[in-house]
C-alpha cells in the first residue's frame, strides 16, 4: 500500500456491529484514525467513543462531517437509512464503508452509487464473510483449472432468531429492513457463493467475474412459519450458472443448530467450508476424486475472514484512488440476485439475471406488487 498521512475515519451508528467496525480501525491503526462516531442516543455515542483513542461523540452525520471532515466514514444504521446517509458522506468528498445490507431495493443501490465520482470517493460494502486467504486459495485453484467445473454446489444460512430479536422496531419490515433472512442474514453466504463460482469465469483468479462463472436463472420459494412479521423467517432457491452448475440456497431464522455452509462440488474435488459467523483455513475441506492424487488445498497463509481483513483492500483501493472490492457491480451482485429470489417467489416465475430493471416493480422494492 502506498504510504501517506494516516486516513481520519468515523463511524454513524454505534449498535452493536460497531464495534466490528471499530476493531476493524484498530487492527489498522498505523493507516487509519478513528475520530468520530454519530449516533442519535447521546449514551451510546459515549458509550462507543470511551472504547477508542480519542473519538469525538456526535448526535447526527450533518454535525460530525462540518467538524470533523473525516476521509472514510462507516455506515452502520439500519438499511432505511444508508441511502440518504451514503450519499451525503460522497457529497462530501469522503469515502464510504457500509454494512450490509447495502440497502432495500435495487433503484437504491443505483441511487447511492451515482453519487460516486471517477477515482473515488466511492462506496464498497461490508461482505466480509469473502475475506480471509481460503477464499482467494480456492478462486485461484478454481480458475487455474486445478478442481476442474464447478457442477452442484449448496448454500446454506440456517440460524435462530427469536421474538425479541424481532422486537427492534425496523426489523422484519419490508419499507425499513427491505426483506427477511435472505436480505438480512443469508447475503453474506449467497455473496460469497456468488463470489466463489465468478472466479470460474475469472481466467487468473483475480478477475471480478466471467460469464461462465455468474448466475442465470433462480426459482425460489419463501415463507412466514413462525415469527409475526411482515417478511419472510425462510427462503429456498434453486439457481443455475452460466457454466451449467446448480445449486440449492437456504436461508432460515428458525434453526436451532445454526451453521453457515457451502459446499462446492467440481469434477475433481469437493470443497465444503462450515462454520458460523466466520472462518479460517481450518473450516474449509477439500475431498478429492479418487482419480486426483493432488491438490494444494491449504493458502500459504492463514488469514481469518473479518471485519479487518475485509478493510484492507479497501485502505489498498484509496489510496490508489481506485474502485474498491464489493462496490459497483461486484457489490451490486448478490442484491440482484436477491431481488430475483424475492421475485421468483412471488410470482411462481423463473426469474433470469439481468430482467429487474426500472420497469419492474421488484426494481423499486423487494416485495414488488405484493408490498402493501
Known amino acids: 500500500m502506498a504510504r501517506g498521512k494516516r486516513l481520519r475515519v468515523a463511524v454513524v451508528g454505534t449498535g452493536a ?8 480501525y484498530q487492527a489498522h491503526h498505523d493507516d487509519v484514525d478513528l475520530v468520530a462516531a454519530a449516533d442519535v442516543d447521546e449514551a451510546r455515542a459515549l458509550a462507543f467513543c470511551a472504547t477508542t483513542e480519542h473519538a469525538k461523540p456526535y448526535p447526527d452525520l450533518d454535525s460530525l462531517l462540518d467538524e470533523q471532515e473525516p476521509d472514510l466514514v462507516s455506515i452502520c444504521t439500519p438499511p432505511g437509512l444508508h441511502v440518504e446517509q451514503t450519499k451525503k ?3 462530501r468528498g469522503a469515502w464510504v464503508w457500509c454494512e450490509k445490507p447495502p440497502c432495500r431495493s435495487l433503484a437504491e443501490y443505483d441511487e447511492m452509487t451515482s453519487a460516486e465520482r471517477e477515482g473515488g470517493p466511492y462506496v464498497s460494502f461490508v461482505y466480509q464473510q469473502r475475506s480471509g486467504s481460503a477464499v482467494g486459495h480456492f478462486r485461484q ?4 483449472g486445478e478442481l476442474g467445473r464447478p457442477l452442484v454446489a449448496h448454500c446454506q444460512t440456517t440460524w435462530y432468531r427469536d421474538a425479541a430479536y424481532y422486537a427492534v422496531p425496523w426489523r422484519g419490515r419490508w419499507t425499513t429492513e427491505g426483506g427477511g433472512p435472505a436480505m438480512g442474514h443469508g447475503i453474506h453466504q449467497m455473496d460469497l457463493l456468488l463470489h466463489l463460482l465468478a472466479g470460474a ?3 487468473d483468479g483475480d478477475g471480478d467475474s466471467g460469464a461462465g462463472g455468474e448466475w442465470t436463472e433462480v426459482q425460489a420459494m419463501t415463507a ?3 415469527h409475526d412479521v411482515e417478511t419472510e423467517d425462510v427462503s429456498t432457491a434453486l439457481v443455475r450458472f452460466g457454466s451449467g452448475a446448480l445449486a440449492t440456497v437456504v436461508n432460515s431464522v428458525l434453526s436451532p443448530d445454526e451453521v453457515s455452509r457451502i459446499r462446492i462440488d467440481c ?5 465444503e467450508l462450515t462454520h458460523l459467523y466466520g472462518h479460517s483455513a481450518e473450516n474449509w475441506r477439500y475431498t478429492l476424486a479418487p482419480d486426483v492424487a493432488e491438490i494444494p488445498t491449504e493458502p500459504a497463509e492463514d488469514v481469518r475472514s473479518s471485519h479487518a481483513a475485509a478493510l484492507t483492500p479497501v485502505l ?3 489510496r490508489a484512488e481506485k474502485r474498491t472490492p464489493c462496490s459497483g457491480a461486484d457489490g451490486r451482485r448478490v442484491l440482484e440476485f436477491v431481488a430475483a429470489l424475492y421475485k421468483a417467489a412471488f410470482t411462481g416465475q423463473i426469474v433470469r439475471r439481468g430482467e429487474i430493471g426500472p420497469g419492474d416493480p421488484f426494481y423499486r422494492d423487494m416485495a414488488g406488487v405484493a408490498a402493501g
Do not use: F, N
Request: proline share 0%; charged share 30%.
Open 141 to 144: 485453484l478454481l480458475a487455474k
Open 89 to 91: 458522506v460522497l457529497e
Open 201 to 203: 469465469g475469472a481466467g
Open 316 to 318: 489498498e483501493a484509496y
Open 17 to 24: 456491529i460497531a464495534d466490528s467496525h471499530r476493531a476493524a
Open 267 to 271: 469434477e475433481r474435488a469437493t470443497v
Open 224 to 226: 412466514r412459519l413462525v
